[in-house]
């Protein structure tokens, strides 16, 4: 294919990485000029303050192949990799995160094992370099217990690096949900996937930028996006409360017959029964709460991104 229509895209979603972005240029433009392919590579600033955006743009306004995408404000990491999709133009898009702890050199192996024949070849973490053992414990929880809660065949120890067929990303683009969890619409796509492993390392310079709160937030989503088993664990709760009520009342009447000692002692058990009870009726209105308002940002159909300005791209898409 010519520059005009590059066969291998490159997506990088960018959020506060000026410590960074200029070692992952370097690195990415080295490895896709030695592979000897057409390529583009769109960067999409997800709304970063301080120095990224002054790095950034004069890097892809020296170099018609890097491409710019930069957000009105920041809309979140898995908004940033569709809008990314959402511009390219090549045969296969890889997504790679800014940081370099994806390291770009595994990008041409990808490439190798699409031109196979495999449609999705995402990337399996058989290390993670440079981070804690909380991190580390809590990242293996999520993709077990989210394995088991779908029922997609969602991959365990997998992230969003991944190179994946222009088939694959024309079916994502088809789909318009908000709270997106991109590599789980990409399990649920289906086509054929390969496991590619490698070493995760660790990052290049600055902080995360996925803390607690935002990985609660993308477990959130995935769970609820992909799985109805928590309203279907409400409804078993309500029976064995329903069943134990029962089992209670019976005590009840059960004390009463045997005289006002035993029944005051019940007492007690009943408070905490209640309070148990008022716990429970909590947490599921929680749940429902959040089904519901993933409900609602649909039915308002906003544009899932807006478009500030662009480097090297004439066609912006919008949605």
Known sequence: MSKDNPLLSVVVPVYNEQEVIGETVKRLVGVLDGMSVDYEVVFVNDGSRGGTLSVLRPLCEADARLKLVNFSRNFGHQIAITAGMDMTRGAAVVVIDADLQDPPEVIPGMFEVWKQ?????????????????????TARVFYRFMARMTEVDMPVDTGDFRLIDRRVVDALRRIPERNRYVRGIVSWLGFRQYAYEYERHERFAGQTKYPLKKMLKLASDGLVSFSVKPLR?????????????VLYLLYVLIASLCGAAMLSAGL?????????????????????????????????????????DTVNIEAVYER
């Open 117 to 137: 024949g495999y449609e999705v070849v995402y990337g399996k973490r058989v290390s993670r370099e440079g981070e804690t053992f909380f991190k580390k414990f």
């Open 233 to 245: 664990w409400i409804l078993g709760t309500g029976i064995v409360l329903s069943a134990l009520s």
């Open 268 to 308: 007690y058990a009943l408070l905490g029964f209640i309070t148990l009870l008022l716990g429970v009726v909590m947490i599921s209105l929680g749940v429902l709460g959040e089904y519901v308002g993933r409900i609602y940002d649909e039915a308002k159909a906003r544009p899932l991104y807006i478009v500030s």
